[in-house]
């Protein structure tokens, strides 16, 4: 849902309302997973290792009400260097324009 949303606001948790990620910080991937470089605070989630399915990689849950977002992988663009890949169906936007 959230892939191709080029409006300009931000991404919170389906959940709880938790403000997590803003347009600003979202980049194309090609994927169809929506794809953040950075969080608008860094305590908005929570890091937890994920060796599910023979994958190593760090999966993100909202630190408001432990939310299941996505995964960071560390091949994402400048200037973090991240790539948070998220489940559409985990964020609801809220358009600032």
Known sequence: ????NKKIGNYTCIN??????SSEHKFELGTEWPSFYDLLDNKAV?????????????EVKC???NSHLGHVFPDGPKPTGLRYC???VSLKFIDKT
Not at 1 to 4: D, L
Not at 16 to 21: N, T
């Open 1 to 4: 849902e959230h892939v191709n």
């Open 86 to 88: 998220i489940n559409s």
């Open 46 to 58: 929570d890091e937890i290792e994920d060796n599910s399915f023979g994958m190593k990689r760090i």
């Open 63 to 65: 630190s408001s009400c």
């Open 16 to 21: 709880c309302d938790a403000i997590i990620f």
